[in-house]
């Protein structure tokens, strides 16, 4: 009768630990796949990084080639134009002057020189608001790209410091077992 019930005693120990080694084997499992996970979002993260580096390189590249062509287009214009429009100007001031007086010729080509000058602040008023809106847009940009690279780095850090403690739990409980 002992040795009955010092069998069903050590039966029931073995099946216990049968239980317990189960568990373990899951769990060292579930951890091994999360640390199989992490490292898949750490090349991930690294991936996006290089595209969001890419991007912006090529951003910044088409950016700066349609500034100086707006800037060459513009200073090209003006050459033209000033020179075509100061010569009607001068040749109907000076034919209008000669028929109609001296003095209202002056105040004609006084005329179209204010006229003349309007335009042209307004289209450089114009010109010098589109660059400091372009500078506002890259500095946001920047801002939601340094960010964005901010928030990869604290993900990162942050699966780093869980496959660390699964790590330590993970010795821990081999050494119960």
Do not use: P
């Amino acid at each position: 009768m002992r040795s009955r019930e010092q069998l069903e005693v050590r039966q029931s120990e073995l099946l216990r630990l049968e239980q317990a080694l189960r568990r373990a084997e899951e769990r060292g499992n579930c951890e091994e796949l999360g640390k199989i996970e992490a490292k898949r979002l750490a090349r991930q993260a690294k991936e996006d990084v290089r595209k969001a580096e890419s991007a912006l390189r090529m951003h910044e590249a088409r950016a700066k080639g349609r500034e100086e062509g707006l800037k060459d287009g513009m200073i090209k214009e003006f050459s033209q134009k000033r020179d075509s429009i100061w010569q009607k100007g001068y040749q109907r001031g000076y034919d209008e002057g000669r028929g109609a007086g001296f003095e209202q010729g002056r105040i004609n080509g006084w005329n179209e020189g204010m006229k003349y000058g309007k335009n042209q602040g307004l289209e450089e008023g114009i010109g010098i608001g589109k660059a400091e809106e372009r500078e506002h847009a890259l500095a946001a940009f920047d801002r939601f790209i340094r960010e964005e690279i901010e928030d990869q780095d604290k993900r990162h850090s942050m699966v780093q410091r869980w496959t660390t403690i699964q790590d330590t739990d993970h010795g821990s409980q081999s050494e119960y077992l």
